[in-house]
């Protein structure tokens, strides 16, 4: 695919500066293939690359919006990533740390933020609905802005890019919570240790 990219565009890798991927979160396994493919084509052409918050990157789309931009992307069982954002002359300006919240714990935040909020990701199909009782003011970005854009990726590496921040080939995913098999593996660890298995 990359090659027929390439060849469509009448480029090569030569002419490539630098690659940008999305770090997370996100999926386990398609953050850790996308991170390989990236690694590879920056270590074999010599080229940086860059990695992209996926929150980052949805968040971004709605650069414009004057208030609070929170993306959401379901982390399961009520829960989801998120960060909370604001314009900043055209930057993005984080309010908080990128979290793994209960929905619940989201919604408090921003009542006590009290400014308006526009969401974005994923996590509005599963949870549209109780966020427009719970918030009755929010804003909801339409389905074309609510996935993670090449363009938003490629806008946040280039700006990475020109600042020399560049990712290093041992870099890994950002998950924000461990996989599932992971916190089964701790568990069943943790049990054997206390000699209940």
Avoid: W
Wanted: aromatic share 8%.
């Amino acid at each position: 695919i990359i090659d027929k990219l390439l060849k469509d565009s009448n480029l090569s890798i030569d002419d490539v500066d630098g690659f940008v991927v999305s770090k997370g979160p996100g999926s386990f396994t398609g953050l850790r293939i996308g991170m390989a493919t990236i690694k590879g084509l920056s270590f074999g052409s010599n080229k940086p690359y860059i990695s992209v918050s996926s929150l980052d990157a949805l968040a971004y789309s709605l650069i414009s919006f004057d208030g609070i931009i929170c993306p959401i992307m379901d982390a399961l069982r009520d829960s989801v990533y998120t960060c909370l954002y604001r314009n900043n002359n055209g930057n993005l300006e984080a309010l908080i740390d990128y979290s793994a919240l209960e929905l619940d714990e989201l919604i408090e935040l921003l009542k006590i933020k009290n400014e308006k909020v526009i969401f974005t990701g994923d996590g509005l199909i599963k949870h549209r609905d109780y966020l427009s009782k719970n918030l009755p003011n929010a804003s909801f970005a339409p389905n074309h802005l609510s996935v993670i854009r090449a363009s938003s990726l490629g806008d946040l590496g280039i700006k990475l890019l020109l600042d020399n921040k560049y990712d290093e080939l041992n870099s890994s995913p950002f998950y924000l919570k461990k996989p599932q098999a992971q916190r089964e593996l701790e568990k069943r660890l943790a049990l054997e240790n206390q000699g209940k298995l």
